[in-house]
Every structure is written in structure tokens, then in C-alpha cells.
T-cell receptor
């Protein structure tokens, strides 16, 4: 079945550094990918909608200069957390919607980011 | 009022019980309704998907959508300890790349 691969699954970085998270659709083309952040025991909070070949649409309150999103191909979107701070520590999850899709069936495994 | 309301629980049931999970919503434009299961520290996994009103059954799982009441349900029959997870409802209108709107999720524990 269709799979979305997210990498890395876990990363620890120092304050002030940048971290890149990749989201790949492995056997389908995704014109749209979504990036979420999830705090412990909380639901998914949409950060941005990533459209292939165009600028991402960010949700209110999400800093686009801090959370850089690139969706350069139909199978890959990346989220870069720039100048990371401890408060950026969280669980980040991507999802991909296939080109003809009416469901958001495919989520990545998530990335646990810890900023020390 | 939030767009999607879901009781966060936690809900604890004995093995073999029938579990009923539900969500209410306020946006009458919602047409697609999903239920996801999320284990701790993992991404959500799609369980059931329904378009518009009606029932859908898949194995031990049944999803119901009542658009007139703006109410959706997920029933789990013969619940197993492996069903212990957080269950998220999600929904969206029938329009292009609109993102899903999620409920808060209900934490379920099935006790052996």
C-alpha cells in the first residue's frame, strides 16, 4: 500500500542550529503535503500546507521564516526548523494527499525533535 | 465553539467490550469524515473513511455519520488490548486541498 516515509524519526540538536525533516511519498504523487506539530497528549496542530512548485501556506501564528517548507517535487517535501530553540522541541508529523485523493490516508511516522 | 469537538477521555474498557467513540462538529460544509488511530509516538493511521452520511463497516469497526445532527461515531466490537491507542476524528469540506480539521482525540485503554 501507499506509504509516506518521514526522516529522521528522532533528532537531538543544539540550540541555534537548524534541522531538516524530510517527508516522502513512496509510491504515489502528492501535490499537497501537510505539516503538523503535536504536543504530548494533544491533537495535531496544522502548521502549513505544502504545495508542489509553489510557496507553502502557513497557519496563523506559525513563523514562516523559522519553519521553512520546500516542496520541490511531487514526492518530497521538507521542513527545516531554523535556529532551533528548546521550545521548538516537539513531535512533527507530515501527511500527503495523492493527486486524485479525497482522503488524507497517509501520514509519516513522525519526527521527535529535541533541542538542547 | 470549536469546529470539531471530541471528548479526550481517557476511556477504559474491559477486553471484549463494545467501544463507542464520537465527535460533533459545527461546519455543515464538511463532507469527508475520517477516523484515525494513533499509537504513542507514531503517526496517525487511517481506520475508516466516509463520504457524506451513512454507515460503513470494516471488520470490528463501524463508522457512522449523521450529517443532520452533525455527529459522527466509531464503534469497535470485541475490543482487544491492541486497540489501546488514541482515536482521532477528522473531517473536511469537499473542496480541493483544504486541510483536515481534527478532534482532540480520545485515549482508549482496553484492559485484558
Amino acid at each position: 500500500g501507499a506509504v509516506v516515509s518521514q526522516h529522521p524519526s528522532r533528532v537531538i540538536c543544539k540550540s541555534g542550529t537548524s534541522v531538516k525533516i524530510e517527508c516522502r511519498s513512496l509510491d504515489f504523487q502528492a501535490t499537497t503535503m501537510f505539516w503538523y506539530r503535536q504536543f504530548p497528549k494533544k491533537s495535531l496542530m496544522l502548521m502549513a500546507t505544502s504545495n508542489e512548485g509553489s510557496k507553502a501556506t502557513y497557519e496563523q501564528g506559525v513563523e514562516k521564516d523559522k519553519f521553512l517548507i520546500n516542496h520541490a517535487s511531487l514526492t518530497l517535501s521538507t521542513l527545516t526548523v531554523t535556529s532551533a530553540h528548546p521550545e521548538d522541541s516537539s513531535f512533527y508529523i507530515c501527511s500527503a494527499r495523492d493527486m486524485g485523493g479525497d482522503t488524507e490516508a497517509f501520514f509519516g511516522q513522525g519526527t521527535r525533535l529535541t533541542v538542547v | 465553539q470549536k469546529e470539531v469537538e471530541q471528548d479526550p477521555g481517557p476511556l477504559s474498557v474491559p477486553e471484549g467490550a463494545i467501544v463507542s467513540l464520537n465527535c460533533t462538529y459545527s461546519n455543515s460544509a464538511f463532507q469527508y469524515f475520517m477516523w484515525y488511530r494513533q499509537y504513542s509516538r507514531k503517526g496517525p493511521e487511517l481506520l475508516m473513511y466516509t463520504y457524506s452520511s451513512g454507515n460503513k463497516e470494516d471488520g470490528r469497526f463501524t463508522a457512522q455519520v449523521d450529517k443532520s445532527s452533525k455527529y459522527i461515531s466509531l464503534f469497535i466490537r470485541d475490543s482487544q488490548p491492541s486497540d489501546s491507542a488514541t482515536y482521532l476524528c477528522a473531517m473536511r469540506p469537499n473542496s480541493g486541498n483544504t486541510p483536515l480539521v481534527f478532534g482532540k482525540g480520545t485515549r482508549l485503554s482496553v484492559i485484558a
